[in-house]
């Protein structure tokens, strides 16, 4: 065990952890933000998508060692109310059947209007190919991102 001090939704965290323990583990287990989801373990689904830097990255399988110095950025802390414009407009474009991957899929849009801020279709698929959705709601997630985009969607 060692302890880390994380930088994590704007606030310092510090919890022991071992070093290869995934950052998923850290954020649902030790720090209680139970907003990103664990669904396939290998990174390979999105659903663990948080941002590390401004950058998607799949928690599930980053060691919070390397997380360090790193600014961490959940889906809780995207807007303490959900008012983000891509909160809003999964709610206005109706976009969660289930739910379970959409704070993945909202945080891997995010980062994609911070780079394109007015993505077309492609650029959205594109963005968006590492996200998997069991419920099949992509082209309202495509709906949801040019929405956000209208509405000034980059964090």
């Not at 919890?15 to 209680?32: I, T």
């Not at 999964?90 to 911070?114: F, H, R, T």
Request: hydrophobic fraction near 35%; proline fraction near 5%.
């Amino acid at each position: 065990m060692a302890s880390y001090t994380l930088s994590v939704n704007g606030s310092r965290q510090t919890v022991d952890a071992d070093p290869s323990m995934p950052l998923l583990w850290v954020l649902r287990d030790l720090l209680n933000l139970t907003g990103t989801k664990y669904s396939c373990g290998i990174g390979q689904c999105g659903a663990c998508t948080i941002h590390l830097n401004g950058a998607p990255i799949r928690s599930c399988s980053f060691p919070v060692s390397g997380a360090v110095g790193q600014t961490i950025t959940t889906i809780e802390g995207l807007s303490e109310s959900g008012d983000h414009p891509a909160q809003l407009a999964w709610k206005e474009e109706d976009v969660p059947q289930c739910g379970y991957c959409q704070a993945g899929q909202i945080m891997s849009a995010v980062a994609l209007l911070n780079n394109n801020p007015n993505p077309s279709d492609a650029d959205i698929d594109a963005g968006m190919s590492g996200n998997i959705c069991r419920c099949g709601t992509y082209k309202r997630i495509r709906s949801a991102i040019h929405r956000a985009a209208e509405m000034g969607g980059a964090a």
